[in-house]
């Protein structure tokens, strides 16, 4: 089990995270969501040992992580940035080959080139693997992302925000191979995700995170409701459950009068399909 207890992050004295706890078990998919700012990559950072928490543990199988190398850590848990902040310069095959870099110290083996190649096939990369990562389209960007997150071999995958810039069809695609590692494979996975329909749909848990706590956290039908949607997101919402899957429909703005009010993204809430 990956499993974060306490945690508090502060960037320069201004506080982000406070009390988080966030666990996933091997073979087990848990999704992290809440608004814009609300601490989700910073929790994602915490637990990847990418930031050092202010207070709080991480505990990977047993082992305390934060004390591991991070050579040591990268043999274990992935992590897969969101890819607005990621530059990357070089081409797609050396992009996903740096995924092997824990393994490899001066040169990578066949066997790493072999993996490389072979994910390259999986993911249908083929007609872009000489292509520089800057002349890519944002979608794929991201699928690049994931196969070097998943060439990486690790039990835990961390993965911040991995459908973000793709079209629904690849949206699908990635989500359903992300459940497919977790489960035939035994992977534990932990996403950043906005979608709540995605995250309800492809989570065995959900923690609901709100100005760096955790509002609250459980299987997809506790947390995707109306009342916590309306108190976390400020939105009214309907969710019913179609063919299984719940489903969330956004109707209005809680604060509507405010949105109102000029310059106060009222275009938003028609470009969304809500109502105006
Ligand atoms: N490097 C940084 N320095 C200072 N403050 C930061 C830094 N990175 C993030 N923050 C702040 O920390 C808070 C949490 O940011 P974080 O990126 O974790 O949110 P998030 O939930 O991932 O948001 P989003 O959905 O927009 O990706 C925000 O208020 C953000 O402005
Ligand atoms: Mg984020």
């Not at 083996?109 to 389209?137: A, C, F, G, W, Y």
């Not at 497919?180 to 932990?190: D, E, F, N, R, S």
């Not at 709540?196 to 492809?202: G, V």
Request: one cysteine or more; proline letters at 4%; aromatic letters at 6%.
């Amino acid at each position: 089990m990956l499993e974060a207890r306490g945690i508090f992050f502060e960037y320069n004295g201004n506080k982000v995270l406070a009390a988080v706890r966030a666990s996933v078990e091997k073979g087990g998919v848990v999704s992290i969501v809440g608004p814009n700012g609300a601490g989700k990559t910073t929790l994602l950072k915490c637990i990847s040992g990418i930031l050092k928490p202010t207070l709080g543990t991480v505990h990977l199988d047993g082992r305390d992580a934060l004390g591991m190398p991070r050579r040591e850590i990268a043999k274990q848990l992935a992590y897969m940035p969101q890819s607005m902040f990621f530059r990357f310069p070089g081409t797609v095959f050396d992009t996903i080959l740096s995924g092997r870099r824990p393994y490899f110290a001066w040169r990578p083996s066949l066997k790493d080139l072999e993996k490389v190649e072979t994910i390259i096939e999986e993911m249908e990369l083929s007609e872009l693997s000489m292509r520089d990562m800057d002349q890519l389209s944002s979608g794929q960007v991201q699928k690049v992302l994931l196969a070097r997150t998943m060439i990486q071999d690790t039990r835990y995958l961390l993965l911040d925000e991995p459908n973000s810039g793709l079209d629904l069809r690849h949206q699908m695609e990635l989500l359903e191979t992300v459940a497919a590692l977790a489960k035939g494979k035994g992977i534990g996975v932990m996403m950043a995700m906005h979608d709540l329909n995605l995250a309800a749909r492809f989570s065995d848990r959900i923690i609901l995170l709100h100005h760096g706590k955790i509002f609250s956290a459980g299987v997809p039908a506790e947390i995707v409701t109306p009342a916590k949607i309306r108190d976390v997101y400020g939105v009214e919402s309907i969710v019913t459950r179609d063919n299984g899957y719940l489903n969330v429909q956004v109707l209005c703005c809680s604060g509507e009068q405010e949105l109102d009010k000029p310059g106060r993204l009222p275009n938003r809430l028609s470009a969304s399909g809500r109502k105006n």
